[in-house]
């Protein structure tokens, strides 16, 4: 099993939409969560830190559920812009916060 | 701030023969990561160093691949010798314990 799961994708939907991402983990000693924002041919970028009670930015919502082991994240009225591969990472305390990625799950926004 | 630091951006070699990727890291950052990312993967995890110290290095190819970070700053990934399947971008990465990464902008690895 992989440390890390994400669905591929591709996500594809109408601008203004919602759109939800999970992403599941194997370790339960994990510690840290991580949501990242990939465009293509480019560095993966920090969208957002996961915290044990959630977290919004804007139109992003993330959320960790420890109990299932997965992180989600959410985008609320989906732009044009978005559209990008959205990467989880997860680091625990147990091998000195090496930092795991998932394989990604790519969004495309349509007009 | 300075972001990290990447050279070469582009390198095409032909198999056998060896290469060499540079990084600096931000500054203060003790974490350094260098990952391989092949196409329409997510990044995997070759080395992470703390200072000048490895922490792991499970899935480093150790037979072609070496890693150092002399005085706990900048690193250098060397692949000798390379093969096809090493075509990829080998982004390294930076952080303070705990948190999340900044990732340079990647070297792109063709072996041909």
């Known amino acids: 099993r992989k440390e890390v799961e994400q669905d591929p994708g591709p996500f594809n939907v109408p601008e203004g939409a919602t759109v939800a991402f999970n992403c599941t983990y194997s370790?339960?000693?994990?510690?840290?969560f991580f949501w990242y924002r990939q465009d293509c041919r480019k560095e993966p970028k920090l969208l957002m830190s996961v915290y044990s009670s959630g977290n919004e930015d804007g139109r992003f919502t993330a959320q960790l559920n420890r109990a299932s082991q997965y992180i989600s994240l959410l985008i609320r009225d989906s732009k044009l812009s978005d559209s990008a591969t959205y990467l989880c990472?997860?680091?625990?305390?147990?091998?000195?916060?090496?930092?795991?990625f998932g394989s990604g799950t790519r969004l495309l926004v349509r007009p | 701030e300075a972001g990290v630091a990447q050279s070469p951006r582009y390198k095409i070699i032909e198999k056998r023969q060896s290469v060499a990727f540079w990084c600096n890291p931000i500054?203060?950052?003790?974490?350094l990561y260098w990952y391989q990312q092949i196409l329409g993967q997510g990044p995997k995890l070759l080395i992470q160093f703390q200072n000048n110290g490895v922490v792991d290095d499970s899935q480093l190819p150790k037979d072609r691949f070496s890693a150092e970070r002399l005085k706990g700053v900048d690193s250098t990934l060397k692949i000798q010798p390379a093969k096809l399947e090493d075509s990829a971008v080998y982004l390294c990465a930076s952080t303070l314990v705990g948190r999340g990464a900044f990732f340079g902008q990647g070297t792109r690895l063709t072996v041909v």
């Open positions: 500054s203060g950052h003790a974490t």
């Open positions: 370790n339960s000693a994990s510690q840290s």
């Open positions: 990472a997860v680091t625990d305390l147990d091998s000195s916060y090496k930092l795991i």
